[in-house]
């Protein structure tokens, strides 16, 4: 129900408009009325008008200034300006404030249910495009993280980024200028999905309360968080090495489980993401079994000749040979193999849990097809966002979701047909259709012909 405040100075004026909203439009509105522009500010302010029907002349504060004031306040309500006086320099201080709609006293009982009704489908279809744009957000929401995981993953294992990685940071935001790279690492996970879950959500959350950053998946037991060059660099946005710090101290306190954080160097572009990716999964190595956080700079300043890490460092800051088990493997090399092995592993997990929540999802719709059933409830009950289980699950079965159902539905009919005992329409009904008509056609795409054809063909008898 909307509503719709009257501001008239003359109680016959308002009772007339409201005479005549009542009888042409019965319940469609919550009446609100004001004798002067002060009481038609206040009663705004309280009730928050969809329509204002504001009189031009009343005594103090005039309507077109009380309509200015409104406006200010409540830039989506719907101004009517209504005067006894057909002046064009009222209607062009009206326009100038925006109001659109301007009727001349006395107005005719269809003039006003005209406007009204005209208003009211204005209303709605404002409620519909705020829905819509709720619903894409909530999407968009959605999907960020899945956008986010992929250019991550580019940063991680591509040498080249393209256009597509270029399409991803554009939908999220990420500027590729440049930035820095952190590794979280732990000694052991859990392999249930829902804990590591769990972990993900956690640290994902508290390193956007750090600032701007990608964060990937948890990959065999780490992950990696991108944070960008900040565009303006001031004393109070955190660097480096105070993120790592709050990282290492966060995983400490919060979730029980320490973490070894490494660190890398800022770098320009997105080589230098990269680069600094693999500066910190090997930072993240240095950390020893019980966790902390290391620098990669501190490990390059404390190079050949310094005490920190001579063994793991060489000049130009790369691995030695002798971490890398005696080859030759650059720093670059050896955390490709390791970042290539994790994922093998984590894409052979995933996958067995894909397969696992598809088998749940067919065993849900095959109990269940012959009731109204759409995506997003399977989605739900196995716990997956509708957009990816719509993608697997036409990658995996081979037809869509809408595809599969109709097969369940149209071979339980065929069953129904030739037992016989029930008649077209309550099969329809039976097998999860609401309308005969659409059934029919239904079965006739999947078939090749009508369900009375169907019947005539291979049933004993016939249906009345």
């Known amino acids: 129900m909307y509503r719709l405040l009257i501001a008239d100075d003359e109680a016959l004026e308002r009772e007339g408009l409201e005479w005549i909203v009542r009888r042409a439009m019965p319940d469609a509105f919550q009446m609100i009325f004001a004798e002067n522009g002060r009481r038609a500010l206040e009663l705004a302010e309280e009730h928050r008008p969809h329509i204002i029907f504001m009189d031009i002349h009343m005594p103090g504060i005039q309507g077109l200034d009380a309509l200015r004031q409104i406006r ?29 709609e301007y009727i001349v006293k006395p107005a005719s009982r269809e003039q006003i249910t005209s406007l009204l009704q005209k208003l009211v489908q204005e209303l709605d279809n404002e409620k519909q495009a705020r829905s819509e744009r709720l619903q894409l957000i909530d999407r968009l929401f959605e999907l960020e993280p899945i956008m986010e995981n992929e250019l991550a993953l580019m940063f991680m294992v591509d040498q080249v980024i393209g256009a597509e990685a270029e399409q991803l940071a554009e939908w999220i935001r990420f500027p590729l200028e440049g930035g820095f790279a952190v590794v979280a690492a732990w000694p052991e996970l859990p392999p249930e999905s829902k804990d590591r879950r769990a972990l993900f959500e956690e640290v994902r959350a508290f390193a956007k309360s750090l600032g701007q950053c990608l964060v990937s998946s948890i990959i065999d037991r780490h992950m990696a968080l991108f944070f960008p060059t900040p565009k303006e660099s001031t004393a109070s946005a955190p660097n480096a090495g105070t993120i790592g710090q709050r990282l290492a101290q966060w995983t400490a306190d919060r979730l029980g489980q320490p973490a070894s ?10 080589e230098g993401l990269r680069r600094s990716y693999v500066e910190a999964v090997f930072a993240s190595s240095c950390c020893g079994s019980g966790g902390g956080l290391c620098l990669f700079a501190e490990l390059q300043r404390s190079g050949p000749g310094g005490s920190a890490a001579p063994a793991a460092m060489n000049s130009s800051g790369g691995m030695n040979a002798d971490l890398a088990e005696g080859s030759a493997v650059s720093a670059d090399e050896a955390t490709n193999a390791y970042v290539m092995s994790a994922l093998r592993r984590s894409r052979e997990m995933r996958e067995h849990q894909t397969i696992s929540a598809l088998d749940r ?31 697997v699950f036409k990658q995996y079965v081979g037809e869509t979701f809408i595809d599969y159902l109709t097969s369940l539905r149209i071979k339980r009919a065929k069953q129904l047909i030739e037992d016989d005992a029930l008649s077209l329409k309550e099969i329809c009904f039976e097998v999860g259709y609401k309308d005969p008509n659409y059934f029919s056609r239904v079965f006739k795409k999947v078939t090749g012909v009508t369900p009375s054809d169907y019947r005539a063909s291979g049933s004993k008898g016939s249906d009345s």
């Open 72 to 100: 200010d306040r409540m830039p989506d309500t719907k101004l009517v300006l209504v005067t006894a006086y057909d002046y064009f320099a009222y209607a062009q201080e009206a326009i100038a404030i925006g109001v659109k």
């Open 361 to 391: 999802a067919r065993r849900y719709i095959e109990s269940r097809f012959t009731e109204e059933l759409s995506l997003e409830e399977v989605a739900d009950h196995v716990h997956l966002n509708s957009f990816y289980l719509s993608k």
């Open 261 to 270: 954080i490494g660190v890398g160097v800022q770098h320009a572009g997105v």
